[in-house]
Nanobody, 124 residues
């Protein structure tokens, strides 16, 4: 089992920044692909970013490329999502997810464990 706990969400003005964190416990964190997803009201959950176990391979949704950065610290069992130049359309609940092994992928069906989510609200 892997337990994931997100933190760092909140209210921010458009153009501002937030950094989300996701702490993991349980099975070997360093062997997991980690991903961030988000779900806005009335919309389906969508992929945001993912990072390989080594941190050497990352993948971003086009909507966040150049604004968001995913990173991880395996010594701290933590994955981060640095979000800059936030837009109103970034408003959503952000979820951390873990995939046991494998490659960096965007499909939510490939992830095995999920956190409870953290709310990010961007105001104009």
């Amino acid at each position: 089992q892997v337990q994931l706990v997100e933190s760092g969400g909140g209210l921010v003005q458009a153009g501002g920044s937030l950094r989300l964190s996701c702490g993991a416990s349980g099975r070997a964190f360093s062997s997991h692909v980690m991903g961030w997803f988000r779900q806005a009201p009335g919309k389906e959950r969508e992929f945001v970013a993912a990072i390989a176990w080594s941190g050497g391979d990352t993948y971003y949704a086009d909507s966040v490329k150049g604004r968001f950065t995913i990173s991880r610290d395996n010594a701290k069992n933590t994955v981060y999502l640095q979000m800059n130049s936030l837009k109103r359309e970034d408003t959503a609940v952000y979820y951390c997810a873990a995939r046991l092994g494998g490659t960096v992928v965007a499909g939510s069906e490939y992830y095995d464990y999920w956190g409870q989510g953290t709310q990010v609200t961007v105001s104009s």
